[in-house]
Each structure stands twice: as structure tokens, then as C-alpha cells.
């Protein structure tokens, strides 16, 4: 069988359906990285939502619930990408929960907090907006225009935003969880910030395998570490569980659907739109980020045309989020970028048929061929659950990072680093509307916005 059978799927619509073990071989490197990056990153959402009032089970039927659509964007959708969340936007959509009064709200006990349904009906907003955007904009192939015409001191402003709503969650929000686990939580965000943005360690690696292989695998190394560390200084102890349990999906489905809640208030479309436009930015830099990744990998593999199409992606990540607004409108964990595991699998697929036949053998293969069984597989899922809030906190700082270096690229003149800090400013400690009308003036009356237009 050719290297083009081996990921030729099956064609419906603008998609390629393409079934595990058939047109995806099973990877076995890739398969076990994803068993223990995948699944502790993934389980990072479930102290989000029980901060949110769900229980600890129906935290992990909302990762169960993600994760299987998130592979989808491979395996059903046939998108040449690792899918993710569109994690920049996770501190600005905590940020305006809680400034909602909706996130950590009333008593929390072990860390299950206070049940209000008007909080999942306003993600709800968000999920319905964003996937109508996504949606219009894919069939139409205006996004990518769009997205140009954004002034950049406005763009770096947004991703700067970001940056400092993921500090301000971690060291001022949920300060208290950091300080739970201080020894194991500074030695996890330590390690991860040097296995992925310190230069001397990229310089090591260039050098030396062992540090390549290290910082291939993400935040893995540092948390596995962080892990050890918190339970040898007893910051976290492990009640392990053995069998299988089924995710209470039916539960969560009750308690976060706007099939059961009602759909959203118009007031609460009108304050998610700020909110939804931000996201789509972030969204269209993914997809700009993930197409410059796979085009640079096809230098070396002309064995295999990369099936690389925007407007194909765009309705994929909008079919994805419109399921998901019915099922668990969990907004923004439906996006088209996992950065780490994307670059991870190009970089392998790359070096030629005989270490990857093809980019979709990794891709299936890092996300379980499509099938999330760690949600059901109990001694996994106990061992995860004192850690949670650790990978959450790692999520959130190494999004930091990463924000910042791209925003602080992005302005070319001095008045538009300036416009960058005050939006992010105002959208971090006010509001996403305030800092996007503040934003806009500043790039009118100060940065010149038709000169920046046409430049």
C-alpha cells in the first residue's frame, strides 16, 4: 500500500473521514506520549469547572467531552493539525467569569464551588457567537482579511492581554492554590519555562540528544518532576482507585446545556461578543502559526501533499464548537493549535516515511486514535486528581510566556507598544469591551490607523 493510501480516508463534503488502524496506523512513541501529555493536560480544565460548581465526576466528563472533539479535527474533519485549545483565550474568558461573579463563586468546598446555571448560559453566548463567526467566515474565506486589516498595536495589545490574565489568575485569582502547593508548583513552572522558552537550553540541545528528547516532550519532563516533588514533601497525596467508571456525561449535560438551562439573554450575547472576537483573533494565529509549521515540513516530504486548507479549518473548529454548545458549552476549549504536539509530529514526519508514513499516523496516534479511554480508566484518573490544579496553573504560566514573546514581536513603533500595554491593562482588569473600544481610539488618534492599514 502507497503512502498516499495510507491516509486517503474517505471524502464527505470539504472533509476527509479517516478511520483508526485503517487509514491511521497506530504509532507507538507517539501513542505513549499522548497517553500521559494528552491526558494530564487535558484534565487542566477540570478545576476550571468545578470552580465553575461541577463535581470532580463531571469535571471529567467535560475533559471526556472535549477531548473527543478536539481528535475529531483529525480523524472525522481530515485536518492536518493537533488540535488544542485556543488557550490564550482561557485568563480573559476566567477573568470576565469572575468579574461576572461566576467563577469561584460562594463557598468552595474541596474545590467545588457554587453551582450558578447563568454561568454556563453566558459560555453558551460565547460558543453559539464564536461558532457562527468561525462558521460565516469559513464559507465566506473572509477571515484571513479580516485579521490583516486589525491594526497592531491592537493585535499585540490582545495577545498581551492574555499574557497578563494568565499571571493575574495564577499569582492574585487562585494565588491560594499556588500557595498550597509552593515547593512542587515553583519547581514545575521552573523547569517548564526552561524546557520550552530558555535559550541556553535550546542551545544545549542543539548539542546534546538527551536535552533534545527533553524539550520535545513539553511540559511533561517538569511535571512529572513537580509531580515526585509534591509528594515527597507531602503537598499532594494520591488515593488511587482501580477499575473503570464512565464519565457522568448525562449530568453535565443537564447542568451546562441550553437545551436544558434555556438559551442565552441578548444582554448576555451582547457582553460575550468582545469576548468571542478576541478569541477569533487568537484563533486565526493558531491557524497561521499550524500552516507555517506543515509547509516548512513539506520541504522533506514530497511523498505526501499536506492537505493544508483555512476555510476547511475554520469549519471544522465551528462544527466542533456547535456540537459542543449542546453538549457542554465549555468556551474556548475547541480550538485548531496545540503548538507543542503539532511542532512534535512535523518534526518526526519530516524526517521521512520510514520514521512516519504518514502526518496523520502521528497526529492519531498522540490523540489515542480518537478514543479518550483515560476518562474511564480510574487508577489514571485518581492519580490525576491531586495534580490538576497543577497542570492548570502550568497551562496558564507557560501560555504567559508564550503570549508575551508574540505580542512584544508585533509592534514596530513606540506609540503601539504603548496602545499594547493599556489594552491589555483594560481588558485584563476591566473588561473585554472596554479594552477593545480603548484599544480602537488608541489606534485611531495615536498610532495612525490608516497609515498602519495601507503600510
Not at 474545590?111 to 453558551?124: G, I, S
Not at 528528547?213 to 511540559?219: F, H, P, R, V, Y
Not at 519530516?350 to 480508566?377: A, H, N, Q, V
Amino acid at each position: 500500500m502507497s503512502n498516499a493510501n495510507l491516509s486517503e480516508g474517505i471524502k464527505w463534503g470539504p472533509f476527509t473521514l479517516r478511520i483508526p488502524f485503517i487509514h491511521i496506523k497506530f504509532r507507538t512513541a507517539e501513542f505513549l506520549q499522548g497517553l500521559v501529555i494528552s491526558g494530564a493536560t487535558a484534565f487542566a480544565a477540570a478545576p476550571m469547572a468545578m470552580k465553575l460548581g461541577l463535581t470532580f465526576e463531571e469535571a471529567i466528563a467535560l475533559s471526556f467531552i472535549a477531548g473527543s472533539l478536539i481528535s475529531a479535527g483529525p480523524i472525522i474533519f481530515g485536518e492536518p493539525m493537533a488540535p488544542g485549545w485556543v488557550t490564550p483565550a482561557v485568563p480573559i474568558v476566567l477573568g470576565a467569569l469572575a468579574a461576572a461573579g461566576y467563577y469561584g463563586a460562594g463557598p468552595c468546598i474541596d474545590n467545588v464551588c457554587q453551582y450558578n446555571p447563568e454561568a454556563w448560559r453566558f459560555l453558551a453566548a460565547m460558543c453559539i457567537e464564536f461558532s457562527i463567526l468561525i462558521l460565516f467566515l469559513g464559507i465566506t474565506g473572509f477571515g484571513k482579511v479580516l485579521v490583516e486589516r486589525i491594526p497592531r498595536g491592537l493585535k499585540a495589545g490582545i495577545i498581551l492581554g492574555a499574557a497578563l490574565a494568565a499571571f493575574y489568575q495564577v499569582f492574585f485569582e487562585d494565588f491560594a492554590a499556588y500557595e498550597a502547593q509552593p515547593i512542587s508548583m515553583t519547581v514545575a513552572i521552573v523547569l517548564c519555562v526552561i524546557t520550552t522558552f530558555s535559550n541556553p537550553f535550546k542551545k544545549l540541545a542543539l548539542k546534546n540528544n538527551f536535552f533534545k528528547i527533553l524539550g520535545s516532550l513539553g511540559l511533561l519532563p517538569g511535571f512529572v518532576v513537580a509531580g515526585f516533588v509534591a509528594f515527597i514533601m507531602g503537598e499532594v497525596v494520591f488515593n488511587i482507585e482501580w477499575g473503570f467508571k464512565i464519565p457522568d456525561i448525562l449530568g453535565l449535560i443537564v447542568k451546562t446545556s441550553p437545551l436544558y438551562l434555556g438559551m442565552p439573554s441578548m444582554e448576555m450575547f451582547v457582553d460575550a461578543l468582545p469576548l468571542v472576537l478576541i478569541g477569533y483573533m487568537l484563533l486565526f494565529g493558531d491557524l497561521v502559526t499550524a500552516t507555517e509549521v506543515l509547509l516548512d515540513a513539506q520541504k522533506n516530504r514530497p511523498d505526501q501533499k499536506l492537505p493544508i486548507d483555512l476555510n476547511r479549518s475554520h469549519l471544522s473548529v465551528g462544527i466542533r464548537n456547535a456540537i459542543a454548545t449542546f453538549l457542554n458549552p465549555f468556551f474556548p476549549t475547541q480550538g485548531a493549535l496545540w503548538t507543542g504536539v503539532h511542532v512534535v509530529v512535523a518534526e518526526r514526519w519530516k524526517k521521512g516515511p520510514d520514521e512516519m508514513p504518514s502526518i496523520f499516523d502521528g497526529i492519531g496516534s498522540y490523540y489515542l486514535m480518537g478514543i479518550p479511554f483515560l476518562y474511564f480508566f480510574l487508577p489514571f484518573v485518581t492519580l490525576m486528581q491531586p495534580l490538576m490544579v497543577m497542570a492548570l496553573t502550568l497551562t496558564l504560566i507557560l501560555t504567559g510566556f508564550a503570549c508575551a514573546y508574540v505580542a512584544m514581536n508585533i509592534p514596530q513603533k513606540n506609540s503601539e507598544m504603548a496602545t499594547a500595554l493599556l489594552i491589555a491593562f483594560f481588558v485584563t482588569f476591566y473588561s473585554a469591551w472596554v479594552g477593545l473600544v480603548v484599544g480602537l481610539a488608541l489606534c485611531f488618534f495615536v498610532d495612525g490607523l490608516d497609515e498602519e492599514i495601507n503600510s
